[in-house]
Each structure stands twice: as C-alpha cells, then as structure tokens.
C-alpha cells in the first residue's frame, strides 16, 4: 500500500483546509485510514481516522481538535480527505495519512505512511 498526501501549503489564520490522502496498490488491505499530524519539536499526534470499507469515524478527543475537523473518503477515487476549519497557528505543521490491516479499534499501530504535507498558518 503507498500513500500520498497533499493538499498542504501557507494558509491565513481563521480559514479552512482540506488534505487528501491518495491510496494506491494494494488498497484492499486498508481496514483503517487515519491522519496525523505533527508540529516542529512535538511528538506527533492522531487527528482522525476512519473504517476504509465502512462509516466509522473517530476523532482525537483533543479540545483543540474538537469540532474543527471532518475526515471523509472516497472509496472508488482510492482517497481520504482532512477538512480542518477554523485554522489557527497550532494547526501548522506536517499532516500524515497512514493505514493498517487490522481490524480492532485503536489500531497497535500502523503499517503504511505517506510522506507527508506541510501546513504552514499565517496570522
């Protein structure tokens, strides 16, 4: 499985941002998809996650999270997507996408990653 996030870039605080995160090769494997992200010096962190093949969703429980975020696919163009409203200079850093096979909640951990996306916010 190869994952391929975009969709970053320099955005004004207060607007909004939508990653997407495009799966290629064995997509078949995927039972989870989630996105995380992670600020420069600071651990990275879960954002979002959903079931590839279903509609479950969760969200980081994260009050600095909580609200803004939206995940969402699209099963037959292999992609996922992270809208994030309400930007605000806490939201910058890199944004990963990554997968896994298995299929309990939460996750072990997760077997494929993308590159990542940088989110740059202004004020």
């Known amino acids: 499985v190869q994952l391929q996030a975009s969709g970053g870039g320099l955005v004004q605080a207060g607007a909004s941002l939508r990653l997407s995160c495009a799966a290629s090769?064995?997509?078949?494997?995927?039972?989870?998809l989630a996105w995380f992200r992670q600020a420069p010096g600071m651990e990275r962190e879960f954002v979002a996650a959903?079931?590839?093949?279903?509609?479950?969703?969760?969200?980081s429980p994260s009050p600095f999270l909580n609200g803004r975020v939206t995940i969402s696919k699209d099963n037959a163009a292999n992609r996922a997507y992270l809208q994030v409203d309400s930007l605000n200079l806490e939201d910058a850093g890199t944004y990963y996408c990554?997968?896994?096979?298995?299929?309990?909640?939460?996750?072990?951990?997760?077997?494929?990653w993308g590159q990542g996306t940088l989110v740059t916010v202004s004020s």
């Open positions: 990554a997968a896994v096979g298995w299929s309990a909640w939460p996750p072990p951990k997760y077997d494929y």
């Open positions: 090769g064995r997509t078949a494997l995927i039972y989870t």
């Open positions: 959903l079931n590839w093949g279903g509609s479950n969703t969760y969200y």
